[in-house]
């Protein structure tokens, strides 16, 4: 079974809106094992509309249409799917008296053109609307079948997970679970974990039932995802289970979360489980780790707080540095302690180091030196020598510090 | 002049990452006149990535192929691309030096695969890499053109503008000049400022050379981008100077910057024209303001640093909070007030809300108290409610507290 997307709207095309709700229709075809293979963003313009569903149904066996059906001159997209469907327009009255209902019930004045939401063309079952005033559609092409419904991201989602999923099955007669896991790892390039991958993947490719993918995900590391088709959900885990297995003995040491982990998330959990707080000292990131680790709800009970250390002398003043080079391990290791003791934490992490344009105490651009004091006052230090410009230099240091502070705490 | 975009990668229709880049190509492209009608998303298989680019290459006069450029297996960008030109791929051995360079310069070993990256389709010109290791090419296909992009999308970002669009705007025969102007506003919605300047909407509708149109940004605001056509740069300047004035008229108590200015730019500009230096204290955000204003290269010269006190009891002991609710404008004072005394600046700026999920303090989710206090001693509070969730309400705190530095600095 195959559903491809076409997303309708010239702001989609020109960058205005960015098209969330094809990936997400995506993610909810490959949970229940059907296949998007192509999906569009095509503008509000009837043959081009038309084009585009007429090519995708030569191909797949269902299309979902998002958006173009509000009241406006440019919503196409009901027009489009009747000359697909080679049927005409008709209003249908349930539809129209909703519609006037809902403006009625929001004490709104309804604009005439609104009741063209309430046209459907011949032939087409209505997929009721719940939430916004735009139905959808589900419209049989012979054997094939196109939805429409609207590009309003909470009203696509409702209509998409309680009839067109439950449809879609029902025509597909497939009975197998998809399933897909995610190794999340930092510290070797997408080629390297290939590299060390490819026995594994060479047995995969042998087996029919389970796909290995890399993602690279920029400063986020690189994900290892596996795809797992079976009879039944647990066949599907114990597929799963078994694989990745298979891939920890080979790359665990650098596989730091699974799925909605990521590095801060699974770094504050190592802290609360040892009952632990931490407190920062931040130069060059100036503030992003501390930014990181507070995105996640219920950081509070870990994390103390930070001090930004940006000008040298708050680095000597507040922290306790000895004069001298503020980028270098020595200078790490004081701020790290320095931050500890003034904020009362358990643990110190610090960073300092180079993010450019300039060189910096003769570092080049790129140096970036981290800090950890644990509970027993031992401290460690490391020196980074990362790549990119600025922005990347000081992302590439958040998680390369939580990532070293994560080791220590293993 | 048509160009169309094809985005690969299974990861891409599957959801798991979503494609911005083919929105962030169709403005770039929008800007200078360029029409993108179609943009598609394929997964990473070789047919189907062939099939797609014919497509686009029959109704487009160029496409731009973003992704699959990598070392992996499942990176088939530059093999599809060769079969739709019949060619072969070859070696090509300076970007193989390259590749070698940026790996030894990291220290990094090499894997045999990553000089796939080096193999390019026989006629094609390479786009030198600046920031990765895959290079981009350009491939003539008759009298038509694919441009092939990694799908990282800094990467991308950079093909894009300096190479990708002046090759198109060459090919295209264009001699007029099209540029255009952005300005920056906070703190009306995207209604409120096409109401106020409607008027003047009509009147650009009767004028064939100039465009406005408004990009919804978030939580950076709502931009009105001002586009003019004229036959010289200095006719475009002059068109576009005239209607920035226009509009600056209606709404310039709104407008923060002007194109590549954003909130924190700005700010940072207006203290370093005081010669001011700025110590924040941050609670509800922190540290995503320091992380802010520290992105701006040369932000040492006038951010001091800040406390990012998170835990109540910091805020008490480093910032000499009085006891009792943190979450309240007394508090935001105090705060204020001790990150100045204690990291030496001229100005303090501090924030305390709630992000949730829970209230706090009897302060329901979205609630944000700001304190400036200026060299005077004048201290400025304000309370602001901000909708959205957890990551919606800290980003929103940024950018109102610094647009709240911002008013008390003018």
Redesign the interface.
Known sequence: MRCDVVAVGTE?????????N???????L?TVGIN????????D?KD?IVA?IR?RLQEADAVVVCGGLGPTHDDLTREAIATVMGVSLELDDDIAAVIEAMFASRKRRMPANNLKQAEVPVGAQVIAQTRGTAPGLICPVGTKVIYAVPGVPHEMRDMVERVIIPDLIARSGETAVIA?R?LRTWGD????L??RLQPL?NELDRSPNTTL??????WEGI?V?LTAKAETKDAVDTLLNSWEQRVREVVGDIVFGVDGDNMESVVLAMLRKRGL?LA?A?SV???????R???I?G??DV?????????S??KH??LHVSPGPVVSEAAAAQMAQGAKD???ADVGLALTGV???DQQDGQPVGTLCVAVVLPDGQVHTKTF?L??????M?QMSVISSLDMLRGLLA
């Open positions: 989609l095309l020109l960058g205005q809106i960015v098209d969330t094809s990936s997400w229709i995506g993610e909810q490959a998007s293979l192509l999906q569009i963003k095509v503008g313009n081009r585009a090519d897909s995610v390039s997408e080629s390297g290939n590299e993947i993918a890399f993602l690279a995900s920029g994900k995802r707080t920062l931040e990131t100036g503030g992003l780790v501390s930014g680790l507070t995105q709800a950081a509070s994390f103390r707080g930070a001090v930004v250390s940006y000008a002398d708050v003043d507040v003034l904020l009362g993010a450019g344009p020598v790549p990119g410009q600025r922005e990347q000081r």
